[in-house]
């Protein structure tokens, strides 16, 4: 069997930023402005109010199947899939959506032409460890990739756990819990790059 790595896909392989304001441009029939290109949270990257109520409830509604059906790739994210691909790794996402939407994302994915064998969804319900861990130990892959540094706890220690940084305006990959991960990457691009030269053959 070929040796797995697992991928997470929003912040990782796909754009939620871009999709983020394509949902609040759908809900109220404005695009947003970009407040900060280097913010983590969409709240904060885009120039939108906090909504509640029937807004919130608005906005909530345009996440259907079509919003997680056509997000974008993000740079670079598709060619570094190939490449772990034609090094001989088979790739699997692993990712914290709820089940009701797992089709469309899959679809997503492979619409995309990304050469991934199996999309996984977890759900996200809030608990010590990762709502990920029980789905990584069962696949015991070579490598786990996650762009939000919770997702890493409670990881089997013997699968290398690389954390992609991406922007730090008010990014929760800080503090102790770096401890938790083997490698830090920019993005998945140079993920599997460093991987391929060498940092998978430990």
């Given at each position: ?12 392989l ?125 696949l015991?892959?070579?490598a ?59």
């Amino acid at each position: 069997m070929k040796p797995t790595i697992a991928l997470d896909v929003d912040g990782v392989l796909l754009d939620y930023h871009a999709a983020y304001a394509g949902a609040w441009e759908r809900a109220f029939g404005i695009r947003p402005r970009l407040k900060n290109a280097n913010a983590y949270w969409p709240l904060d990257r885009w120039d939108v109010e906090r909504l509640v109520d029937e807004r919130k409830e608005q906005l909530r509604r345009a996440f259907d199947d079509a919003h997680w059906a056509t997000m974008p790739a993000l740079p670079g994210a598709l060619k570094a899939c190939h490449a772990l691909v034609d090094a001989g790794f088979d790739l699997v996402c692993v990712t914290a959506i709820r089940d009701e939407f797992a089709e469309a994302r899959r679809r997503n994915i492979f619409e995309l032409g990304f050469p991934v064998r199996q999309v996984i969804a977890t759900g996200n319900a809030s608990s010590s460890t990762s709502p990920k861990a029980a789905v990584i130990a069962q696949l015991s892959p070579a490598a786990f990739v996650d762009d939000y540094l919770p997702y890493h706890r409670g990881m089997p220690a013997h699968v290398h756990k690389a954390l992609i940084l991406r922007d730090p305006d008010g990014s929760p990959n800080v503090g102790d819990e770096l401890n938790l991960v083997d490698s830090m990457h920019s993005n998945l691009a140079a993920f599997a790059d460093e991987w391929l030269r060498g940092l998978g053959s430990h």
